[in-house]
């Protein structure tokens, strides 16, 4: 195990007067713009290649002038990086590819004094094989007391060569791998719902929720102020480990709760959580990537004892349709009243495709597409999306380069990718590598500004005039229409939290909704529509013409509008 651990710093105290204007705000998190930052992508401080906490450091003041409330920061812990970091070897280091703790700790102290909050990954549904305690467990043979806080067992056949049961793992092909025991002969089973390297924890056994909430205390202590936990939704196992018997729901995003995901008992864990995160001052928060079969599901995750937020897949999901958008919005809104939670959206992520990219395609191709498709129409929708999901009552999250427009690069030559579930056969499509590539800061440059020492996925041509550099400051950017709609919706009153919409006449292929003096419009159809106008317009993703009282709104264009 690293020895990092002695090198923590003393946690910050709530006193200290960075970490009281981030606290300033109450219930901050209910209509927070969160900025998720892949760490191996953003920048990079050292010329290796991969991205570093320095370089995300090195680049806060750029998040705080976008107009971000907070910063989500995927795993940077030590892991032999199987998934990415999501094989965590130890929780309580930082890998050295990423620096070293005081690196963590120098990040959150500079967040702090610029006004934003610090939200770090938790994976708890597995560990990485490399962890003390999996490789003590296979070290010490059958009957080890460490093999208990996994999920070891016998396999079926004559001699024990089939898998405990007929599970299989999401990155494709069995989610059970057999051992070879340390007299070298073939030996149990373990399980991994993900990779062989990431064997999932048994929560039934009380060492594994005593070393999560060890572990939940000392990050808040470094002074995070929130935990996104990844797999939310698994952690607990049906008793007895029932086979599944169909292999129809092995999708992230089932139709269906199964033996292994979405299990009741995972709320107990989780109202223990929250009465840790409640000792702490600052509002701290849960986020749960919760990948429910409904709307409805997910809003169990945040009753008022256990999480604050839950990732809305289902809104993810839906393509640029007016009736399907409006769906999901009031299903989405219907769900969280009741427990009093604010709707989360959320467009992008580090395992989908690109928004930009998805709305280029054509309707049912899912969250995964390998083609280009239609780049301008794609731009232009991503845009228009993005300004109604900005609009919408709670919070939402931003990935890092949706704010430059960027496209999912679909064309890595197969010897660059380095996604598990590439290599793995069925499952998953593996392709994510084509949200990773990291980001263009520059025009110019080994790596567009991302380093010196180009960079660990290749950056496509032409990627430069998607920079930073190349639309800061350029009417009409993507960039400059992101850093203009964050900077209204703190502005207006009635933007922000809420808990619903007054849906208005509109024609068909049109949202239109009011929020107090608010008034959003989102043209969802390939044609310009005429719509009543609705006041002084604050902000448009394309094309407004006004005159005689209405509105000629292009193609694919979201307008907002104030009647104060």
Request: proline share 7%; hydrophobic share 40%.
């Amino acid at each position: 195990m690293s020895q990092q651990h002695s090198a923590a710093p003393a946690p910050t105290p709530t006193t200290d007067s960075a970490v009281a204007t981030v606290a300033r705000r109450r219930d901050w998190w209910r209509d927070a713009v969160i900025y998720q930052v892949y760490p191996r992508s953003f920048a990079d401080s050292n010329g290796d290649g991969m991205g570093d906490l320095e370089g995300i450091r090195s680049r806060l003041p750029y998040l705080r002038d976008l107009g971000v409330d907070a910063v989500w920061l995927s795993p940077f812990y030590a892991s032999p990086q199987a998934d990415a970091g999501y094989d965590v070897a130890d929780y309580r280091a930082v890998d050295p590819m990423f620096g070293t703790l005081l690196d963590a700790d120098a990040l959150i102290r500079d967040a702090h004094a610029l006004g934003l909050r610090i939200i770090v990954d938790l994976v708890p549904n597995h560990s990485s094989d490399q962890h003390e305690w999996f490789k003590r467990a296979l070290a010490e043979g059958p009957g080890s007391p460490l093999r208990e806080r996994y999920h070891f067992r016998p396999g079926k056949g004559e001699n024990g060569e089939l898998p405990p049961n007929d599970w299989e793992s999401i990155f494709g092909g069995p989610a059970w791998t057999r051992v070879t025991e340390p007299d070298g002969t073939p030996g149990e089973w373990y399980l991994h719902l993900f990779a062989p390297e990431q064997p999932d924890f048994n929560w039934e056994h009380p060492a594994v929720g005593d070393e999560f909430r060890s572990i939940l205390r000392f990050w808040l202590d470094m002074g995070v102020d929130g935990f996104r936990i990844d797999v939310a939704h698994g952690m607990v196992k049906a008793e007895g480990l029932p086979d599944l018997g169909s292999h129809d729901e092995l999708r992230l995003l089932g139709n269906d709760v199964t033996p292994f995901f979405d299990q009741d008992g995972v709320h107990d864990i989780y109202r223990q959580w929250r009465l840790i995160l409640d000792e702490y001052s600052g509002e701290r928060i849960f986020v749960a990537e919760a990948w429910t079969p409904t709307v409805e599901r997910t809003a169990n995750y945040v009753r008022p004892d256990e999480l604050h937020q839950a990732f809305n897949f289902q809104y993810l999901a839906t393509h640029w349709d007016a009736a399907e958008l409006r769906g999901v919005i009031d299903r989405t809104l219907d769900s969280m009243r009741p427990v009093g939670a604010p709707a989360t959206w959320v467009l992008s992520n580090h395992d989908v495709t690109r928004h930009a990219t998805r709305f280029a395609n054509p309707a049912g191709l899912g969250t995964q597409i390998r083609l280009a498709g239609d780049r301008e129409l794609g731009l232009r929708r991503a845009r228009a999306a993005t300004l109604l999901m900005l609009a919408l009552p709670g919070s939402a999250y931003v990935y890092q380069g949706e704010e430059l427009g960027l496209p999912d690069v679909v064309d890595l030559p197969d010897e660059v990718r380095q996604d598990p579930a590439y290599f793995r056969g069925a499952g998953q499509d593996g392709y994510r590598d084509g949200c990773r590539v990291p980001i263009p800061w520059t025009r110019e440059g080994s790596s567009y500004g991302f380093g010196d020492g180009g960079s660990w996925l290749p950056q496509p041509e032409g990627w430069g005039e998607l920079s930073v550099e190349a639309q800061t400051g350029r009417p009409g950017s993507t960039l400059e229409m992101y850093r203009s709609a964050l900077a209204v919706r703190r502005e207006q009153a009635d933007l922000g939290a809420g808990d619903a919409v007054e849906w208005l006449p509109a024609p068909e292929g049109v949202l239109a909704f009011r929020r107090g003096d608010f008034v959003c419009v989102a043209n969802t159809t390939d044609a310009p529509v005429t719509v009543p106008a609705h006041g002084r317009v604050l902000i448009t993703s394309g094309d407004v013409e006004e005159a005689g009282g209405e509105a000629t709104v292009a193609a694919d264009t979201t307008v907002w509008w104030t009647t104060a």
